[in-house]
């Protein structure tokens, strides 16, 4: 069974960096494409970034967009977040696309069958 599992959340204060990480088990992360999202209480689900399964191309939601970093090797998928910001307060979640060696038609959660338990970042002001 596949299981992702986040950690590198945390407090910080705005204009810092924090490097999220997601180790998976259970499947081969560089056979698919993956991706954070965050979610606030009483918000939906919003996606932040991902990478196709090849690793040759990301994509960023536009308020995430050349401050965040998203990368990943086998074992790993990694989101470096710099210049926060408050508004980046949230749980963030890896999610993996259901199919290998494919990449999904649109960064919709509905396409990723896998999901992480969620790390706290915290930004303050």
């Known amino acids: 069974q596949v299981q992702l599992v986040e950690t590198g959340g945390g407090l910080v204060q705005a204009g810092g960096s924090l490097r999220l990480s997601c180790a998976a088990s259970g499947s081969t992360i560089s056979r698919y494409a993956m991706a954070w999202f965050r979610q606030t209480p009483g918000k939906e689900r919003e996606f932040v970034a991902a990478?196709?399964?090849?690793?040759?191309s990301t994509n960023y939601a536009d308020s995430v967009k050349d401050r965040f970093t998203i990368s990943k090797d086998n074992a790993k998928v990694f989101l470096q977040m710099n210049s926060l910001k408050p508004e980046d307060t949230a749980v963030y979640y890896c999610?993996?696309?259901?199919?290998?060696?494919?990449?999904?038609?649109?960064?919709?959660?509905?396409?990723?069958?896998?999901w992480g338990q969620g790390t706290q970042v915290t930004v303050s002001s």
């Open positions: 999610a993996q696309h259901t199919r290998l060696y494919s990449n999904p038609s649109s960064w919709d959660p509905m396409n990723f069958g896998f």
């Open positions: 990478i196709t399964w090849r690793g040759g």
